[in-house]
């Protein structure tokens, strides 16, 4: 899922990975597989991630993770060859040069295109994330509760585990817990666990 929701962060690490896999074969005494891991890490999930979705029929996500894939080669491309321009690498002929700088134009203004919906992406999920704490803080309002945070932990066997810590002057009812529980499961794409920590507090005027 997380693969099939490239955002401008994925962009970032490809880049990053293009740098340090050519700097890894511009530098002799640097073990030439590094530059292979570097390069796996931001291909091989992604393309993965296509051929299982599509198995599973799982259309929208494996567009996703084929959109990441090509944003991936895109940066790995221009971090190569951004490495390789500052390391003094250059084409024997004035031919192979024109080459490179029409290549590096063309890889540039896809880059540039890909960046608009990678980051529009990252801003509806922060978006996303501050409306469910509103949405989750309303709810623990009618029982008398107060949010303090909400935490995504890393899902376990295909559940997502959220984490809600509230502040309240005695032990939340069954009732809150189910109506967060409830509003969990509202939006979510995979199974939700709840997961809520009550903080007793007691004001003294």
């Not at 955002?7 to 050519?22: H, K, Q, T």
């Not at 709810?139 to 585990?161: E, F, H, I």
Request: net charge positive; with cysteine.
């Amino acid at each position: 899922l997380a693969r099939g929701a490239p955002s401008i962060l994925d962009l970032g690490v490809a880049f990053i990975s293009g740098i340090a896999a050519s700097y890894c074969l511009t530098r002799p005494k640097l073990s030439g597989a590094l530059a292979g891991v570097a390069i796996a890490a931001a291909l091989v999930p992604p393309i993965a991630t296509v051929g299982i979705c599509l198995a599973l029929q799982k259309f929208e996500v494996a567009q996703g993770a084929a959109i990441l894939f090509g944003t991936n080669v895109v940066a790995i491309v221009l971090g190569s060859a951004f490495n390789f321009f500052l390391a003094g690498i250059r084409g024997r002929s004035s031919n192979s040069a024109a080459w490179a700088k029409r290549t590096a134009i063309v890889f540039t203004l896809i880059l540039v295109g890909l960046m608009v919906p990678l980051s529009s992406a990252i801003l509806r999920k922060i978006a996303g994330d501050a409306d469910r704490t509103h949405r989750y803080a309303a709810t623990a309002a009618a029982y008398g509760a107060d949010v303090s945070s909400v935490r995504n932990l890393a899902p376990k066997r295909g559940v997502q585990v959220v984490e809600i810590t509230l502040d309240a002057s005695e032990k939340v009812s069954e009732g809150c817990v189910s109506a967060l529980q409830d509003e969990a499961n509202k939006y979510a794409q995979i199974p939700v666990k709840l997961r809520v920590i009550t903080r007793l507090v007691t004001e003294l005027d």
